[in-house]
């Protein structure tokens, strides 16, 4: 009697419940004190499910942005990062006239412009206060009578247009870019001194033979004083004191015997830099002493005869 009573009662109990959404199959459900995760929670969850942290997500905008696609332009494909062509296509949709395009792309253009402008303004401000102040400092060691430090760059070889608000730094900014300078003021210099004593030469010669290799020396010199030029121009216009210390410079002709063939690997800027870091001899204690170590290793590489005359010069 008391057997048919609960079978009666599982009938009734089934009977009211019904599987669907949120109600599994009882033959499915987990028992008592039977979890669904026995393996627990794995590490680092919690924190990954919170979302990427700012910086990470800036990380993913930025690197986005600047994922390089492949469009179509005028029958074409063109290689461009997202935001190019982002650009592109709102400025095409502005020339189209279309008001929101042509709103935004103009703000667009506006604010990055009020951006750049402020950026150069502040950066010329540094300059022109860099300057100023390392000017006077070097006046004042002048005035004193007492060595002038080195700084690099140097004032004079920073030229501000207030005007124009532009600027130019026509030198070198730290100790390795000044020794490669260096350098190339020496073989500039030699170029220059080696064509007058080439045209001198060319002038006194009568034979046909060497006047032609006159000529050609001096074709070569004159090559090697343009490529020259066109990285340092005439550079120091200032009284740098390592560089005259040698007897270089635009009022000084001390004459270095120089290679009559032109070779490009002279000008090379990794070549000198790297020749003039080198010191086999230890360290030097003044500028003068380094720039005569580099000066004595740049004639043994290039050795060359001294040509008749050419003490005189």
Known sequence: MAARRKGAAAQLKSAEYEVGYGRPPKHSQFGPGQS????GRPRGSKNRASGLPLHRFSDVIIEEAY???TVSENGRSVTMPVAQAFMRSLGVSALKGQARAQKLFADLLAATERKNRAEHVEYVKALFEYKTAKRKALD???EQGIPAPEFLPHPDDIVIDVVAGTFEV???TNQEQLEVWEELASLRDQAADMIK???TELEAE???DRRAELRESIAHFELELSMVRDVIGEWPKHQSPSYLETGAGENSHTLIPAVPAFSTDRLDPTTLSRRSARNEEGPLQTE???REQRRARWLQAHPAPVDAGWADI
């Open 36 to 39: 669904g995760n026995p393996a």
């Open 67 to 69: 994922r390089s696609i």
């Open 140 to 142: 004042s060691c002048r």
């Open 170 to 172: 026509c030198g070198p």
């Open 197 to 199: 004593y080439r045209k």
């Open 206 to 208: 009568e034979n046909d």
């Open 288 to 290: 003068s002493e380094r």
